[in-house]
């Protein structure tokens, strides 16, 4: 069992910043790989950013050079810093771990509610 709740999505200006968070409880041995995930409007859920127990990570091409995915264990919370942010980022997005394995692909086994995130011209 592990519960995520995200936190931390908002409205802002193209350009603007903020960060997401995660909160992690239940059996957290099982959040080997944690991940954000994006769904707009009429869109496939993609994924954004994912980092493994360890710190290792991978980005999105479209998030690459604009987004951190980080992890603090000892708090069993999950980030996304969002720099640069642009239109086409607005989407509901969502916090999810899986205990197997670690992807960009939304096959995860375990879901937050997700937060909203608007970003305006």
């Known amino acids: 069992q592990v519960q995520l709740v995200e936190s931390g999505g908002g409205s802002v200006q193209a350009g603007g910043s903020l960060r997401l968070s995660c909160t992690v409880s239940g059996y957290t041995y099982n959040t080997y790989c944690m991940g954000w995930f994006r769904q707009a409007p009429g869109k496939e859920r993609e994924g954004v950013a994912v980092i493994d127990h360890i710190g290792r990570t991978a980005y999105a091409d479209s998030a690459k050079d604009r987004f951190t995915i980080s992890r603090d264990n000892a708090k069993n919370t999950l980030y996304l810093q969002m720099n640069g942010l642009k239109p086409e980022d607005t989407a509901m997005y969502s916090c999810?771990?899986?205990?197997?394995?670690?992807?960009?692909?939304?096959?995860?086994?375990?879901w937050g509610q997700g937060t909203q995130v608007t970003v305006s011209s």
């Open positions: 999810a771990a899986e205990p197997v394995r670690c992807g960009l692909l939304p096959s995860y086994k375990y």
